[in-house]
T-cell receptor, first 109, second 113 residues
Framework: GQNIDQPTEMTATEGAIVQINCTYQ??????LFWYQQHAGEAPTFLSY????GLEEKGRFSSFLSRSKGYSYLLLKELQMKDSASYLC??????????FGAGTTVTVRA | IAGITQAPTSQILAAGRRMTLRCTQD?????MYWYRQDLGLGLRLIHY???????GEGEVPDGYSVSRANTDDFPLTLASAVPSQTSVYFC????????????FGPGTRLTVL
């Protein structure tokens, strides 16, 4: 099974940078995903890491260290629309995802 | 427009009643999934199907059943609803390849009284 931990809440100012950490313990690792979920909406895919290192996609970057069971999502140049929950998910060898409880990010003006 | 649809959008149900949540995708994805999302617990996998004709249990399968008669549809049935099944239910699908991500439907908000 999977045990996935991420902070419950984070607050940051518009234009700033926020880093959301995710640690996991897994019986079989086959990739780590980050999803964004606005209140009342479905999760939408942000990033995918399967090898160690940094994946950059515009204002969002995601990092993975498999040996440490650790990932982070970096949100740069924060905008008000970035206020949402961010979900860390680990995929096992059967392609099933296990999700963390999510981190609610609030962006203040 | 390609994607995943779910029905109903929301439902209030009396305990003991039978309920089927519908999920349809038109992306020809092989794999489909049902999750429930509860405050503070995140998304939990109920059942999944890697391809038409096969299904498997996820983390919280008790009280739920699924079928996968074809590629597009993956209904979730609550045989006798209980209040603890009050939740938001999301259906998802993926191509099933190593690099494929899961795409989520809009969700069904179910309240069991």
């Amino acid at each position: 099974g999977q045990n996935i931990d991420q902070p419950t809440e984070m607050t940051a100012t518009e234009g700033a940078i926020v880093q959301i950490n995710c640690t996991y313990q897994t019986s079989g690792f086959n990739g780590l995903f980050w999803y964004q979920q606005h209140a009342g909406e479905a999760p939408t895919f942000l990033s995918y890491n399967v090898l160690d290192g940094l994946e950059e996609k515009g204002r969002f970057s995601s990092f993975l260290s498999r040996s440490k069971g650790y990932s982070y999502l970096l949100l740069k140049e924060l905008q008000m629309k970035d206020s949402a929950s961010y979900l860390c998910a680990v995929r096992d060898r059967d392609y099933k995802l296990s999700f963390g409880a999510g981190t609610t990010v609030t962006v203040r003006a | 427009i390609a994607g995943i649809t779910q029905a109903p959008t929301s439902q209030i149900l009396a305990a003991g009643r039978r309920m089927t949540l519908r999920c349809t995708q038109d992306m020809r994805h092989n794999a489909m999934y049902w999750y429930r999302q509860d405050l503070g617990l995140g998304l939990r996998l109920i059942h999944y199907s890697n391809t038409a004709g096969t299904t498997g249990e996820g983390e919280v399968p008790d009280g739920y059943s699924v079928s996968r008669a074809n590629t597009d549809d993956f209904p979730l049935t609550l045989a006798s609803a209980v209040p603890s099944q009050t939740s938001v239910y999301f259906c998802a699908s993926s191509g099933g390849l190593a690099t494929d991500t899961q795409y989520f439907g809009p969700g069904t908000r179910l309240t069991v009284l």
